[in-house]
T-cell receptor, first 112, second 112 residues
Framework: NAGVTQTPKFQVLKTGQSMTLQCAQD?????MSWYRQDPGMGLRLIHY???????DQGEVPNGYNVSRSTTEDFPLRLLSAAPSQTSVYFC???????????FGPGTRLLVL | AQSVTQLGSHVSVSEGALVLLRCNYS??????LFWYVQYPNQGLQLLLK??????LVKGINGFEAEFKKSETSFHLTKPSAHMSDAAEYFC??????????FGTGTRLQVTL
């Protein structure tokens, strides 16, 4: 098992550009989520999904979109990047809402 | 809503000394509690979790944590620090083991 994979590892964007952060898992996990990590603030939940076709907002959803068309993939879209979205983004997955989450290696995003 | 407070953003110990990382939580009902470790430029790895089965929880790499309801605490300890323990440690709380609420993290430094 590759576990949770994220691409790209690092990305530089200009303000206003759009991009998609990819997340995939090969563990047949139903639950997937996106967090952002900022210095001194820990990790904060952006969006999550309890299964294909079902998504919901977390603590800091503004500026981000998600969709879940398959069990394996949970992409995070930035429609118009802002400097405030400079952060490290982590994707996580688990078998269900009662199970331990496993984290990917992260994507470091810099918005200029 | 639940919350987590980690006392001390930086902790320094000598190799072989006791490691104590503090975590206090706030939750209206008995929560799930977690400790994750993050090594430089990596994702988060689960150290241990509390799910109400036992108040003393043993994790990987010799770490353990004790759930104390009366003190709303879940402090992480290790009897003897090793250089390889140098990392950032996050305490997290959840009502469902998903939708984690993280503390701001404690960076552990281990010196010779």
């Amino acid at each position: 098992n590759a576990g949770v994979t994220q691409t790209p590892k690092f990305q530089v964007l200009k303000t206003g550009q759009s991009m998609t952060l990819q997340c995939a898992q090969d563990m047949n996990h139903e639950y997937m989520s996106w967090y952002r990590q900022d210095p001194g603030m820990g990790l904060r939940l952006i969006h999550y999904s309890v299964g294909a076709g079902i998504t919901d907002q977390g603590e800091v959803p503004n500026g981000y979109n998600v969709s879940r068309s398959t069990t394996e993939d949970f992409p995070l879209r930035l429609l118009s990047a802002a400097p405030s979205q400079t952060s490290v983004y982590f994707c996580a997955s688990s078998r269900g809402t009662q199970e331990t989450q496993y984290f990917g290696p992260g994507t470091r995003l810099l918005v200029l | 809503a639940q919350s987590v407070t980690q006392l001390g953003s930086h902790v320094s110990v000598s190799e072989g000394a006791l490691v104590l990382l503090r975590c206090n939580y706030s939750s209206s009902v008995p929560p799930y509690l977690f400790w994750y470790v993050q090594y430089p430029n990596q994702g988060l790895q689960l150290l241990l979790k509390y799910t109400s089965a036992a108040t003393l929880v043993k994790g990987i790499n010799g770490f353990e944590a004790e759930f104390k309801k009366s003190e709303t605490s879940f402090h992480l300890t290790k009897p003897s620090a090793h250089m390889s323990d140098a990392a950032e440690y996050f305490c997290a709380v959840s009502l469902t083991a998903s939708k984690l609420t993280f503390g701001t993290g404690t960076r552990l430094q281990v010196t010779l």
